[in-house]
């Protein structure tokens, strides 16, 4: 009897200490490091940060400029962009009022679903840590942005399938989520939520002297509606300054396909960092909801003429609304005040809620011009980066939006399996001990 206690106590000792090296090798799938690239403009203004940046990657600030990264240095993790153009604002008013209760109308404008590729993200000031091993604090964000947005008599679709761990192949994992919320729902947009790994300090804006959480937004580049998912982006972003102009921080185009050649109107926001207050990004909330809301279901006009910017200026935002007929001549744009509204793009987002003028056109780039192709971008020296990832699942260069800090993962949850394998291990080490005296004292 008692050689069989201490046969089964070991195996249980053994059977611990190998689910805590699995626990502890799942863990450590995470990345720790907390590496940010710093980037500036030629003339060394700055103009962003972000964990992960390639040469190649696009950049849009909310004044529609937009940059390419054609210089990094590694060891001082800074980079320089290029200025590449300025992309047309519209114009618009709104027609009609567009806030729907639910309370007072059984209409339903809509249908978006929201899903989350990296779950275990979350806000040290908030949630006590920035990331834990299953479902993290942007699960809280996302609902909340659920409510708000069925606040407005919008069908809204969230699911919260686990597609951990945060690794090279969470997009992958998340694939799957994303096409069954295609399949299953008739949805006008999919959006999947994130928070970064920056510094506070970038997604912080002064609003009437309180601090705000602005949002990012992300389109993947390695993907055949790279165009039109980018032409969604600038269309909420130019939304986003009629109802809330310091909203968006920025449009971020980074070489990985974040699952968006799945459908149109698919973006990835990032809610804030993991070093903002998780108050301050649950604030921001509504206002996002009210921007996708008018974006996708709001019925506007145009009321004046938008000026180019730059001379280069060969892409725009188009709301197809009114009468334009947006001709390309040397990247410059025409009205004609034709009845249709005709583009030469190969981006065109049409709103789904039946609101047939709320279309996005977003015009190809001339190959004389300065064009950003998702597959292959060129440096100042003339020399050609590749920054292609394979649109399955080889996303470790450039599409791991959120690597970042998971200190705490590893000194909260692997913590807690060590101090229990060693708790285990003593009781088990005090055990054989005990019987084998006993055993000697018995001969």
């Excluded at 200025?83 to 059984?106: D, F, G, I, Q, R």
């Excluded at 789904?352 to 971008?377: K, Y």
Aim: hydrophobic share 30%; with cysteine.
């Amino acid at each position: 009897m008692k050689r069989f206690l201490f046969i089964f106590l070991m195996g249980i000792c053994f059977a611990t200490f190998g689910a805590g090296l699995h626990q502890y090798s799942v863990l450590a799938d995470v990345s720790n490091d907390t590496t940010i690239y710093v980037i500036y403009d030629e003339e060394g203004n700055y103009l962003f940060e972000r964990y992960n940046v390639a040469i190649g990657d696009e950049y849009i600030d909310k004044n529609m400029n937009s940059y390419e990264v054609v210089f990094i240095d590694e060891s001082t993790k800074t980079g320089t962009a290029k200025y590449v153009k300025t992309y047309k604002m519209p114009k618009l008013k709104e027609k009609k009022e567009t806030s729907v209760s639910v309370a007072n109308s059984n209409l339903v404008r809509g249908s978006i679903g929201l899903y989350m590729s990296h779950n275990d993200e979350s806000y040290i000031s908030g949630d006590g840590y920035d990331s834990v091993y299953g479902k993290g604090g942007i699960h809280d964000i996302t609902k909340s942005l659920a409510t708000c947005l069925q606040s407005k008599a919008i069908n809204v679709v969230v699911d919260e399938t686990l597609h951990l761990p945060h690794d090279t192949y969470a997009y992958s994992r998340s694939s799957s989520t994303a096409k069954r919320l295609l399949n299953n729902h008739n949805l006008d947009a999919l959006f999947d939520v994130h928070r970064d790994g920056t510094s506070r300090g970038f997604y912080i804006t002064n609003v009437n002297g309180e601090e705000r959480c602005m949002v990012r937004m992300v389109i993947g580049k390695s993907n055949p509606n790279y165009d039109i998912n980018k032409g969604f982006a600038l269309y909420l972003m130019s939304i986003s300054q009629i109802y809330c102009p310091w909203l968006f921080v920025d449009i971020y185009m980074g070489s990985g396909h974040y699952n968006q050649a799945l459908k149109d109107n698919m973006v990835l926001f990032e809610m804030g960092s993991h070093l903002v207050e998780k108050d301050l990004v649950l604030k921001t909330v509504p206002e996002l909801a009210e921007v996708v809301s008018v974006a996708l279901f709001g019925e506007f006009e145009e009321v004046e003429e938008s000026e180019n910017n730059s001379a280069s200026n060969n892409g725009e935002i188009d709301n197809g609304i009114g009468n334009n007929d947006a001709t390309s001549s040397s990247g410059t744009d025409t009205n004609t005040g034709t009845d249709n509204n005709a583009s030469s793009g190969n981006g065109n987002i049409q709103n789904n809620s039946g609101n047939s003028n709320n279309n996005i056109n977003n015009e190809n780039q001339n190959s004389t011009n300065n064009q950003i192709n998702s597959s292959q971008t060129e440096n100042s020296t003339g020399v050609q980066n590749n920054t292609q990832i394979n649109k399955d699942d080889n996303e470790s260069n450039s599409n791991n939006l959120n690597e970042k800090n998971q200190s705490n993962i590893i000194s909260g949850e692997k913590s807690g399996v060590i101090v229990v394998i060693v708790i285990v291990l003593l009781v088990g080490f005090v055990f054989v001990v005990s019987y084998l005296r006993k055993k000697n004292k018995d001969n």
